[in-house]
């Protein structure tokens, strides 16, 4: 892997995502990649295999793409265009799908460190302050409610049900994002984790007073 091979990714991730406007843009993969670069030295990866899958980590997620397979077989033809070994691409191919969270109830499946730790930096970029606004902004680019206190949240047993929700965005933090801070592989991610859920719990409690109006006193 070369830094010019590293460039033409890098360049194709920013065409990508340029007009990304739910919170899977060019900056979710900037951030990303720096958290999963730190973690990576401090938990002894490979840190150059960790930037490459980090850039990639998006192209052929389901809330991005219409054919997740198709968008594989298109990534494997680009980096096998731009030189990069069968076997480096083969394993990326494997390990891109494995990023994404599936559902509350849909078990992680064990991955390669480098794997773990994309996957606990594409989830700390899913909690904390900067979470709570990608998850408005995902939730209002598809029309979702706000907030309904007559819809209950849901876990998913199954990523097809996961996937195929519609529920309002603050049943979201439910069914996912609270439970992320259980769910990092590394120890590094823990740390950071414990600090970002808080300001979601915060949020939350927030929220929530205000809907009810118990936020002053009557």
Request: proline share 3%.
């Amino acid at each position: 892997m070369h830094t010019k091979q590293i460039r033409q990714i890098e360049d194709a991730v920013r065409k990508q995502l340029s007009l990304d406007s739910t919170g899977h843009d060019w900056w979710h993969i900037y951030r990303v990649r720096n958290m999963a670069m730190h973690i990576a030295k401090k938990e002894n990866a490979d840190v150059k295999y960790t930037e490459v899958l980090t850039l990639l980590h998006e192209s052929a997620d389901h809330k991005l793409v219409p054919d997740e397979q198709k968008s594989l077989n298109e990534l494997s033809a680009f980096l096998t265009n731009i030189g990069l070994d069968e076997k480096y691409i083969a394993r990326l191919i494997q390990e891109i799908p494995e990023i994404s969270y599936r559902g509350a109830k849909v078990p992680d499946t064990p991955q390669s460190l480098e794997c773990n730790i994309v996957r606990d930096a594409d989830r700390l970029d899913a909690i904390g302050a900067i979470g709570i606004a990608r998850t408005f902004a995902f939730g209002g680019k598809h029309n979702r409610l706000l907030y309904s206190p007559n819809i209950s949240p849901e876990l998913h047993a199954n990523f097809e049900a996961y996937k195929d929700s519609k529920q309002p965005t603050i049943n979201h933090f439910y069914e996912k994002l609270l439970l992320l801070k259980d769910r990092m592989h590394t120890k590094t991610a823990k740390a950071i984790a414990d600090n970002r859920h808080r300001k979601m719990e915060n949020f939350l409690r927030d929220f929530l007073q205000e809907w009810n109006l118990q936020d002053f006193k009557h």
